[in-house]
């Protein structure tokens, strides 16, 4: 059974600082998609990473996909109130349909 | 706004009792699916119709089922509720089948709660 383990499952920091999440599996994934769920909303997804390596930007947010395809990260440079939310990991396990990891919930406080 | 809409938005029922939610995917979509956020167990998937056929199936009890209409909203019933069933409930719809190859776009929830 491949399943996502995210890292750390809370975090509490100031506005203005850097933080990096982290999303691990012992699987190889053809692709890997990260979400942020702000409270009462659905998840939204915010990038999918398919090249083993591969490094995207989204404004302050910094997604890489590990080398081995098996592990990825999330780094946000300079946090914002409005980063506050769960961050998900997600792959598609061939059946068409997403898994998710537990989440890291992070707080930005002002 | 994802575009997909859900309700209801909130609701309370009792140990036993059966309900219905409602999902109606963004227009031009065919494939709804279906998921459960709890605390414990996070955000699960239970269910995927493509274009009124079920496609797939997670971890759904057989006390859940699901159907999609000719005019593709969907409803997730719920019956002989449990406590444990109380959740968040997604519904997601995405343009084709390939899971994470076209994006799914997510509803706003419906929070259950059985008392």
């Known amino acids: 059974t491949q399943l996502l383990e995210q890292s750390p499952q809370f975090l509490s920091i100031q506005e203005g600082e850097n933080l990096t999440v982290y999303c691990n599996s012992s699987?190889?994934?053809?692709?890997l998609q990260w979400y942020r769920q702000e409270p009462g909303e659905g998840p939204v997804l915010l990038v999918t990473?398919?090249?083993?390596?591969e490094v995207k930007k989204l404004k302050r947010l910094t997604f890489q996909f590990g080398d081995a395809r098996k592990d990825s990260s999330l780094h946000i440079t300079a946090a914002q109130t409005g980063d506050t939310g769960l961050y998900l990991c997600?792959?598609?396990?061939?059946?068409?349909?997403?898994?998710f990891g537990s989440g890291t919930r992070l707080q930005v406080q002002p | 706004d994802s575009g997909v809409t859900q309700t209801p938005k909130h609701l309370i029922t009792a140990t036993g009792q059966r309900v219905t939610l409602r999902c109606s995917p963004r227009?031009?979509?065919?494939?709804v699916y279906w998921y459960q956020q709890s605390l414990d167990q996070g955000l699960q998937f239970l269910i995927h119709?493509?274009?009124?056929?079920?496609?797939a199936k997670g971890n759904i009890l057989e006390r859940f089922s699901a159907q999609q209409f000719p005019d593709l909203h969907s409803e997730l019933n719920l019956s002989s509720l449990e406590l444990g069933d109380s959740a968040l409930y997604f519904c997601?719809?995405?343009?084709?089948?390939?899971?994470?190859?076209?994006?799914?776009?997510f509803g706003p929830g419906t929070r259950l709660t059985v008392t």
């Open positions: 699987s190889v994934f053809s692709s």
């Open positions: 997600a792959f598609d396990p061939g059946r068409r349909a997403l898994t």
């Open positions: 990473v398919v090249t083993g390596g």
């Open positions: 997601a719809s995405s343009v084709g089948l390939a899971g994470a190859r076209y994006e799914q776009y």
């Open positions: 119709y493509y274009n009124g056929e079920e496609r």
């Open positions: 227009s031009g979509d065919l494939s």
